[in-house]
């Protein structure tokens, strides 16, 4: 495999980790479960489990109750 390959390689995985690593922190997740991606199999639990956990940013958005 030439030096090419590795660079779209890296380019396709960059693509794919740094927005997910994003979406990840901002729901108050740990950014390294993207490298979970690279286990097969793993990723689509984690998916799951992500989906359905409670997220932060939105359940702490509730507005005040006024009487």
Same mark, same amino acid.
């Given at each position: 495999m030439s $030096?090419?390959? $590795? /660079?779209v390689l890296l380019a396709v995985l960059a693509i794919f980790f740094i927005p997910v690593a994003r979406i990840f922190k901002?729901? #108050? $997740? +740990?950014p390294w479960l993207t490298l979970v991606?690279? %286990? &097969? #199999?793993? +990723?689509?639990? /984690?998916?799951w489990v992500f989906a359905f956990a409670p997220w932060p940013a939105v359940? #702490?958005?509730? &507005? &005040? %109750?006024?009487d």
């Open positions: $030096w090419l390959h $590795w /660079v901002r729901a #108050g $997740w +740990s991606a690279l %286990i &097969p #199999g793993a +990723s689509i639990v /984690v998916l359940d #702490g958005a509730k &507005p &005040p %109750i006024t």
